[in-house]
């Protein structure tokens, strides 16, 4: 589902840890335009992850992007 925001956060995330940090940017700008207020960590907050470390490997990928969230 491109057009939704957690895709599009799932793929900030994935460019990020593949330092694409310029592509990350630019879906992190799309997001924005599809919901303004939208908080990748606070989605992950709410997502069933048993193991920590997955929701962890995302936010990295948006901190080596030099995104905030």
Known sequence: MPSTDLSRG????????????DE??????????????????AHLARLPFPDPAPAERLK???????IPD
Do not use: H, K, M, T
């Open 10 to 21: 799932f793929l900030v995330a994935a460019l990020g840890l593949l330092g694409r940090v």
């Open 24 to 41: 990350a940017r630019a879906v992190r700008d799309e997001l924005a335009a599809i919901n303004p207020g939208y908080s990748f960590a």
């Open 60 to 66: 990295q990928g948006y901190a080596a992007a030099g």
